[in-house]
């Protein structure tokens, strides 16, 4: 059973950083691209990075390139996502996901198959 769980959000003022982190079980995260999406309130959940299986390639939305920085663990079977230069603009909930051999539609909700409860980040002004 696959199973993804995200922890590492909070309460952080304007300028600072948090490391979220996605623990997958029930499955190898080498064989799956993994994503982070957000969704804030009153708006629609949206990509905000993913790192493709089996490869370094690693994609970004506009809004957080140059300031977030997703990475992986196989010995841990985690997924990181540090976020420096937090902006009130970042507050989310972010969910972390997962698609099996996904190469391409990495930026798209429906592709991933699994998702994790969420973590709520909040940034401070």
């Known amino acids: 059973q696959v199973q993804l769980v995200e922890s590492g959000g909070g309460l952080v003022q304007a300028g600072g950083s948090l490391r979220l982190s996605c623990a997958a079980s029930?499955?190898?995260?080498?064989?799956?691209?993994m994503a982070w999406f957000r969704q804030a309130p009153g708006k629609e959940r949206e990509f905000v990075s993913a790192?493709?299986?089996?490869?370094?390639?690693?994609y970004y939305a506009d809004s957080v390139k140059g300031r977030f920085t997703i990475s992986r663990d196989s010995a841990k079977n985690t997924v990181y996502l540090r976020m420096n230069s937090l902006k009130p603009e970042d507050t989310a909930v972010y969910y972390c996901?997962?698609?099996?051999?996904?190469?391409?539609?990495?930026?798209?909700?429906?592709?991933?198959?699994?998702w994790g409860q969420g973590t709520q980040v909040t940034v401070s002004s």
């Open positions: 790192i493709i299986w089996n490869s370094p390639s690693t």
């Open positions: 029930g499955y190898t995260i080498s064989t799956y691209t």
């Open positions: 996901a997962a698609s099996p051999f996904l190469r391409s539609g990495w930026s798209t909700q429906g592709k991933y198959n699994y």
